[in-house]
C-alpha cells in the first residue's frame, strides 16, 4: 500500500506468519515521481523518495525486514515505472527476492501515463513489458493485475503474462459493488493457466482466505484488513 508498506510496517507483521511482504508501490521514474507528489497533494498517501535516493531507501527497508533474525520468507517490492529500467535496478540489490509491476493503480496522474491499471488496456506492451523485466532482472517478477476493469479481458491479461514467464501473477479480484473478491474469476484463471497465483481482495478472517485457495489461488495477499500493523485472525488456521 503507497505510503503505508514500508520497512516499519512489514517488519511488525512478520510474527503473523507471512511467508513474503511486499514493500511499495513506489514511484521508481522520474513521471511517476512526479505523479505521485500530485497524488500526494490531493491528500491520498504516496511514498515521495527523490530519484537519487530510491534504491537506497529501498535498500534500507529490505535491510530492516531482513534483520529479524527469526523470519526467512520473501521480499516483493511494487513498482511503477514507464519504462522497465527502474525495476530491473530495484531486481538487482540483494534482499530483494521479487520485483512487483504495477498493473494494478488506479490513480489518474498514473494511468495518465500509461501505467498502473492502463497497461492492461494494451496487453502486447504489457506482454514487451514484463518479458523485459523477467529477462533482465536479478529477482523473481510479479505482475499485479486489477481484475474486472471495464473494456480489459482478464484471461487475455492472465495468458498474456503467463507467456511472460513472470514467477507471480497478484490478482486484485476486485468485484465492483461488493466487499467480497470476484472467487469466479479467480476459478477461471486458475483453468486457463499454470500460473502461480496470489489472489487479493477482501481477506478479512479464515473463511475468505479458505474461499480464495479453493478457488483455485496458490496463496493470499491482505492488505486493508493489516492496515493498522495487526491481523484480527490467525494465519496458521487456515
Ligand atoms: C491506501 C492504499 C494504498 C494502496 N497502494 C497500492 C499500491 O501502491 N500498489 C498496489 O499494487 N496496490 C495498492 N493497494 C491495493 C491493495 O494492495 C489491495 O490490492 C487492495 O486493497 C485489495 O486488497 P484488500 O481487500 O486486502 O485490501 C492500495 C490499497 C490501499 C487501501
Avoid at 15 to 44: C, H, Q, W
Avoid at 209 to 236: E, H, P, Q, V, Y
Wanted: with cysteine.
Amino acid at each position: 500500500m503507497a505510503g503505508i508498506t514500508n520497512g516499519d510496517f512489514c517488519s511488525g507483521l512478520l510474527a503473523n506468519g507471512f511467508d513474503m511482504v511486499t514493500l511499495g508501490g513506489y514511484n521508481a521514474d522520474p513521471p511517476t515521481m512526479r505523479a505521485g507528489r500530485e497524488i500526494l497533494s490531493r491528500g491520498r498517501p504516496e511514498f515521495d523518495i527523490p530519484p537519487k535516493d530510491l534504491t537506497e531507501h529501498i535498500d534500507q527497508q529490505t535491510r530492516q525486514i531482513k534483520d529479524q533474525d527469526f523470519w526467512n520468507g520473501k521480499i516483493s517490492v511494487n513498482l511503477r515505472s514507464v519504462t522497465p529500467e527502474p525495476i530491473i535496478e530495484i531486481s538487482r540489490l540483494k534482499n530483494v527476492d521479487v520485483v512487483e509491476v504495477n498493473a494494478h493503480c488506479r490513480q489518474p496522474e498514473i494511468t495518465n501515463l500509461g501505467c498502473g491499471q492502463e497497461l492492461l488496456r494494451k496487453p502486447s506492451s504489457l506482454e514487451k513489458f514484463t518479458k523485459e523485466v523477467v529477462q533482465k532482472a536479478k529477482s523473481m517478477v510479479s505482475v499485479k493485475m486489477r481484475a474486472n476493469v471495464p473494456e480489459v479481458d482478464d484471461i487475455q491479461i492472465a495468458k498474456t503474462i503467463e507467456k511472460t514467464k513472470a514467477d507471480y501473477l497478484h490478482v486484485d479480484a476486485m468485484k465492483p459493488g461488493f466487499d467480497t473478491a470476484d472467487y469466479d474469476l479467480i476459478k477461471r484463471i486458475r483453468d486457463a493457466t499454470n500460473l502461480f497465483i496470489i489472489g487479493n481482495n477482501s481477506i478479512k478472517d479464515i473463511e475468505s482466505a479458505r474461499k480464495m485457495l479453493s478457488s483455485g489461488a496458490d496463496g493470499i495477499s491482505i492488505a486493508r484488513a493489516a492496515i493498522n500493523g495487526t491481523l484480527s485472525f490467525d494465519l496458521s488456521q487456515i
